[in-house]
């Protein structure tokens, strides 16, 4: 009764259009009604309590490294550095996009801000040297969903607050399964893009090479300088964000000078809206997570899931394509938010690592930005290429099955994610 009464309440409340935050608070207010309390004003505290979290001083500090790392001219040494290096192999427009989305994931960890900022600079090239635009764009999108899951990640975060998981071990235990994602869409690319009759651009010569070496060095090290901040314990997660923005600000204005004063006052504003947007999502859900303990309904899931628990492969197995249905339909934000308390006592109670359950569940979340209709980067694409939504899925399927080949690969063996993380952590 309970989990027909929630997605009522949350399936009706988008229906009619209203924002996932205040559809969340209405799932919570049915639930309030339903176990019998009426004292509306524990929304009030809840939502003022899921806010005020330590962890989550991150994200606005990440989200202002992303806005300052675009208009400093980060995004784009990045990606010419790649194109120095293997702009001249067949295919190596692709390879420069898969490199540079997984630098920026690095940096950034939004996704549609990183397939944006690729594509802005690469699908115009790809054109004009003959590649299949969907499947460019496809490559991109595929791309873009890797910042989620590498470290700096506020997916990561989020989930890290909301499931009450360390946050540290999270980003730690990213990376591998982000790179395998990379490495995933090289040899797709590799493969479908062998026989296009493309334009190769000119090899460099070292000069140029070293050149784009030095243009790209303060760019490249920011990544290296918060992984290994994270690994040497120099900072935590929170404090790694205001080091990013910090970075992002100085080489910004006076390493690369690209970024302008006068410019300041509009980052400063969009990264806040971001934020806002996001913490107020945050504390609504932790208001219905906690009605949700409330009203027993892990334990009704539970009880629909337990023909599964005899064996945790299986059970993972399970929940992932429970995941990877509903991401097809909700977004990446009300996915986390909905079934991450709904989920975390189901792997808990059957022995599930916490932060190898994360980090899949990022992933898959992640992916689902990419699968139709929902699928916020696809728009992004659809956009910054200028191709309809279904010239875009034809291009981007082989990227898809190689992103879900990798998922389902973490699933069926955890010591690929377990094991780096301990080597990180010891």
Same mark, same amino acid.
Request: aromatic share 8%; charged share 10%.
């Given at each position: 009764?309970?989990?027909? #009464?929630?997605?009522?309440?949350?399936?009706?409340?988008?229906?009619?259009?209203?924002?996932?935050?205040?559809?969340?608070?209405?799932?919570?207010?049915?639930?309030?009604?339903?176990?019998?309390?009426? &004292?509306?004003?524990?929304?009030?505290?809840?939502?003022?309590?899921?806010? &005020?979290?330590?962890? #989550?001083?991150?994200?606005?500090?990440?989200?202002?490294?992303?806005?300052?790392?675009?208009?400093?001219?980060?995004?784009?040494?990045?990606?010419?550095?790649?194109?120095?290096?293997?702009? +001249?192999?067949?295919?190596?427009?692709?390879?420069?996009?898969?490199?540079?989305?997984?630098?920026?994931?690095?940096?950034?960890?939004?996704?549609?801000? &990183?397939?944006?900022?690729?594509?802005?600079?690469?699908?115009?090239?790809?054109?004009?040297?003959?590649? &299949?635009?969907?499947?460019?764009?496809? !490559?991109?999108?595929?791309?873009?969903?890797?910042?989620?899951?590498?470290?700096?990640?506020?997916?990561?975060?989020?989930?890290?607050?909301?499931? *009450?998981?360390?946050?540290?071990?999270?980003?730690?235990?990213?990376?591998?399964?982000?790179?395998?994602?990379?490495?995933?869409?090289?040899?797709?690319?590799?493969?479908?893009?062998?026989?296009?009759?493309?334009?190769?651009?000119?090899?460099?010569?070292?000069?140029?090479?070293?050149?784009?070496?030095? %243009?790209?060095?303060?760019?490249?090290?920011?990544?290296?300088?918060?992984?290994?901040?994270?690994?040497?314990?120099?900072?935590?997660?929170?404090?790694?964000?205001?080091?990013?923005?910090?970075?992002?600000?100085?080489?910004?204005?006076?390493?690369?000078? %690209?970024?302008?004063?006068?410019?300041?006052?509009?980052?400063?504003?969009?990264?806040?809206?971001?934020?806002?947007?996001?913490?107020?999502?945050?504390?609504?859900?932790?208001?219905?997570?906690?009605?949700?303990?409330?009203? %027993?309904?892990?334990?009704?899931?539970?009880?629909?899931?337990?023909?599964?628990?005899?064996?945790?492969?299986?059970?993972?197995?399970?929940?992932?394509?429970?995941?990877?249905?509903?991401?097809?339909?909700?977004?990446?934000?009300?996915?986390?938010?909905?079934?991450?308390?709904?989920?975390?006592?189901?792997?808990?109670?059957?022995?599930?690592?916490?932060?190898?359950?994360?980090?899949?569940?990022?992933? *898959? *979340?992640?992916?689902? !930005?990419?699968?139709?209709?929902?699928?916020?980067?696809? *728009?992004?694409?659809?956009?910054?290429?200028?191709?309809?939504?279904?010239? #875009?899925?034809?291009?981007?399927?082989?990227? !898809?099955?190689? %992103? !879900?080949?990798?998922?389902?690969?973490?699933?069926?063996?955890?010591?690929?994610?377990?094991?780096?993380?301990?080597?990180?952590? +010891?």
């Amino acid at each position: 009764m309970t989990v027909a #009464l929630f997605t009522a309440a949350l399936l009706g409340s988008m229906a009619i259009g209203m924002p996932i935050a205040f559809a969340l608070l209405v799932c919570a207010v049915v639930l309030m009604v339903a176990g019998g309390q009426t &004292d509306t004003t524990i929304l009030s505290q809840k939502l003022v309590e899921g806010a &005020d979290s330590f962890p #989550l001083l991150a994200i606005p500090f990440f989200m202002l490294a992303g806005e300052l790392m675009n208009a400093g001219g980060i995004s784009r040494r990045i990606v010419l550095f790649a194109l120095t290096f293997v702009g +001249h192999i067949r295919g190596g427009l692709g390879l420069v996009a898969i490199f540079a989305s997984v630098v920026m994931a690095a940096i950034s960890g939004s996704a549609a801000a &990183d397939a944006a900022a690729i594509g802005a600079l690469l699908i115009p090239m790809m054109r004009q040297a003959g590649y &299949d635009v969907p499947r460019a764009a496809g !490559l991109i999108a595929a791309g873009g969903v890797i910042a989620p899951v590498i470290p700096p990640s506020i997916g990561l975060i989020v989930f890290g607050v909301v499931a *009450n998981v360390s946050i540290g071990k999270l980003f730690l235990a990213g990376i591998v399964p982000g790179l395998m994602m990379g490495v995933a869409l090289v040899l797709t690319w590799l493969w479908v893009a062998r026989r296009d009759a493309v334009a190769i651009r000119p090899r460099q010569g070292w000069d140029a090479r070293g050149k784009a070496v030095l %243009e790209a060095f303060w760019a490249l090290l920011m990544p290296f300088g918060i992984i290994g901040g994270l690994k040497f314990g120099v900072f935590t997660p929170t404090e790694a964000g205001v080091v990013a923005a910090v970075y992002a600000l100085v080489v910004g204005l006076f390493v690369y000078r %690209e970024l302008k004063p006068a410019a300041l006052p509009r980052l400063f504003t969009a990264a806040a809206r971001s934020t806002a947007v996001v913490v107020f999502l945050i504390a609504a859900a932790l208001i219905s997570a906690w009605l949700i303990t409330l009203s %027993e309904l892990p334990g009704q899931v539970k009880a629909m899931l337990e023909p599964f628990m005899w064996d945790k492969t299986v059970l993972m197995l399970v929940i992932m394509v429970i995941v990877v249905v509903v991401g097809t339909a909700l977004d990446f934000a009300p996915t986390l938010m909905i079934l991450t308390p709904i989920l975390m006592p189901i792997v808990k109670e059957a022995g599930i690592d916490p932060v190898y359950f994360g980090v899949l569940f990022i992933m *898959n *979340n992640a992916i689902g !930005l990419i699968t139709p209709p929902v699928g916020i980067v696809l *728009n992004v694409m659809c956009g910054v290429s200028k191709i309809t939504m279904p010239d #875009l899925m034809k291009g981007l399927w082989p990227f !898809l099955w190689a %992103e !879900l080949a990798v998922l389902f690969l973490l699933v069926l063996f955890p010591g690929l994610v377990t094991g780096p993380l301990w080597w990180l952590t +010891h």
